[in-house]
Nanobody
Framework: QVQLVQSGGGLVQAGGSLRLSCASS????????VGWFRQAPGKEREFVAS????????EYTGSVKGRFTIARDNAKETAYLQMNDLKPEDTAVYYC?????????????????WGQGTQVTVSS
């Protein structure tokens, strides 16, 4: 049984930083793609970033490029989303997701396994 447990998040002022973690178990982590998505109130869940089994292979949505960094530590079976220069529009519930594969998928439909979500609130 694949499980993803998220940690991190919280309240931060605009311009601040947060790091989200996504700890996995129940599968061979290094063979899974990991993605981060977010959902703001009243909006659909949207893609943020993903990382392939090759950790140098990453995708980002345009609004976070240069501010967010996705990474993975296969030894710790954990993925991370480092978020810098946060803006109020980054406020959302953030979800990590995983799926067997190699390419960094950008569609939420590609992912079978999801974390519980964590709130990120950025005040202006």
């Amino acid at each position: 049984q694949v499980q993803l447990v998220q940690s991190g998040g919280g309240l931060v002022q605009a311009g601040g930083s947060l790091r989200l973690s996504c700890a996995s178990s129940g599968h061979t982590f290094r063979t899974y793609v990991v993605g981060w998505f977010r959902q703001a109130p009243g909006k659909e869940r949207e893609f943020v970033a993903s990382i392939g089994t090759n950790p140098t292979n990453m995708e980002y949505t345009g609004s976070v490029k240069g501010r967010f960094t996705i990474a993975r530590d296969n030894a710790k079976e954990t993925a991370y989303l480092q978020m810098n220069d946060l803006k109020p529009e980054d406020t959302a519930v953030y979800y990590c997701a995983a799926e067997y594969g190699d390419r960094p998928y950008v569609s939420l439909l590609a992912y079978k396994y999801w974390g519980q979500g964590t709130q990120v609130t950025v005040s202006s």
